[in-house]
């Protein structure tokens, strides 16, 4: 609604629940309460992690755990803001946790905790590092470059890379997000890597090939590049496809960031739509977009245009936000079939059959 960027106290209960892929029967459940002092108090943000015999996930309010994958027993628990002295975000936790190797990397905030590794089997701390005005909503992402794992940061007051094994840093770009509103992660493409936010908040830095450091290459050009808000673009062959903060779907020259189409099918909106939402995930030459209307969509993107192949309507949008009903979760693919949830039920769909070219949109 409305009042969606604001505060409300307000009581529930976070839940984590396992169910059969080929039937949806409830295999177990681990819940928890929870009292909300964030805005959009609708449940987790982040995806829950699974590793080995292990899940791990993050609530709004900054309750850490990790659970047996057989049998929903918690294994550890950590509350963020209380274990480093910080609150959350206006919108919560909502950078997803990255395990390398024996690490669970968090965005936790604090003074010099902006980034906390925890033993991924014991929830102890193996090092922290950073200090940022709030935590922004970014999840770390690693790369490689000059021939080095680098940890990629994107924070409210900057891009900073760190090294995963013990978090001493490598290099910072400097970078004012507006409202502390970084969402999206880095995301790097040969030597470049693009970041921004609200506001046509845009950066893109050029990695060095011999040693860790980046240079800016250009920022925050007016009616350029992309400001995402709760979709993730995707860089494909030289360009960078993602939803707008006004909900217009972009196809954008990776390098320069030049827009070089637009479109408001995906979301069929006769105009831009405030935090218009619809997830990407790539698939061969193709791409599913999974829209807050509850949508399902096949369409294909280069740089000629969005056409749209196929469309079907599967999930019905259940919470609220901004004066209308949406759906923002991410869907999860396994096994040839698409996983998707709404506020209220959780439904599969079959992906092994090849869609319909009747109904080709251009």
Same mark, same amino acid.
């Given at each position: ?8 106290? %307000? ?11 080929? $039937?949806?029967? #409830? ?15 609708? !449940? ?27 049998? +929903? ?8 803001? /209380?274990?480093?002295? $910080?609150?959350? *975000? ?22 010099? %905790? ?8 014991? !929830?102890?701390? $193996? ?8 935590? !922004? ?18 924070? =409210? ?80 062959? +030289?360009?960078?496809? +993602? ?13 320069? !960031?030049?827009?070089?189409?637009? %479109?408001?099918? =995906? ?25 807050? /209307?509850?949508? #399902? ?6 740089? *000629? ?58």
């Amino acid at each position: 609604d409305e009042a969606s960027n604001q505060r409300k106290n %307000s009581r529930g209960r976070e839940r984590t629940l396992c169910l059969d892929e080929t $039937t949806g029967n #409830l295999l177990w459940e681990h819940s928890y309460p929870v009292t909300y002092t964030v805005s959009y108090p609708a !449940g987790p943000r982040c995806t829950p992690n699974v590793d080995e015999n292990r899940v791990y996930t993050l609530g709004a309010q900054g309750d850490l755990q990790c659970l047996d994958a057989t049998t +929903g027993n918690l294994k550890w628990f950590r509350n963020l803001p /209380q274990d480093y002295s $910080t609150k959350p *975000a206006i919108w919560g936790y909502a950078g997803h946790p990255l395990i390398v190797g024996d690490n669970l990397i968090c965005i936790a905030g604090g003074a010099g %905790s902006l980034v906390v590794a925890l033993n991924k089997y014991t !929830g102890q701390e $193996t090092w922290r590092a950073l200090s940022s005005s709030e935590q !922004g909503y970014s999840p770390p992402v690693l790369i490689n470059a000059a021939n080095t794992p680098q940890l990629i940061i994107l924070h =409210p007051n900057g891009v900073n890379s760190l090294n995963p094994s013990n978090g001493k840093e490598h290099w910072v770009v400097e970078y004012q997000a507006t409202n502390g509103s970084v969402i999206m992660s880095p995301i790097k493409s040969g030597n470049l890597l693009y970041a921004a936010g609200y506001t046509k908040k845009n950066l893109m830095m050029e990695l060095s090939a011999d040693k860790p450091g980046a240079t800016m290459l250009w920022q925050d050009i007016p009616d350029a590049a992309i400001s995402p808000v709760n979709v993730q673009p995707i860089a494909h062959d +030289g360009m960078l496809y +993602g939803f707008h903060q006004d909900g217009t779907l972009y196809g954008v020259d990776f390098k320069t !960031g030049e827009r070089i189409w637009s %479109s408001l099918k =995906p979301l069929q909106s006769a105009r831009p739509l405030r935090t218009g939402t619809a997830f990407i995930v790539k698939q061969e030459d193709r791409y599913w977009l999974f829209t807050e /209307q509850g949508d #399902l969509v096949i369409a294909k993107m280069n740089r *000629a245009g969005y056409k749209e192949l196929d469309r079907a309507h599967v999930l019905a949008p259940t919470d609220v936000a901004f004066g209308r009903k949406v759906v923002w979760a991410a869907p999860a693919f396994a096994n040839r079939k698409i996983f998707l949830r709404n506020g209220k039920e959780c439904i599969c769909v079959d992906a092994s059959r090849p869609p319909s070219t009747e109904n080709v949109r251009d």
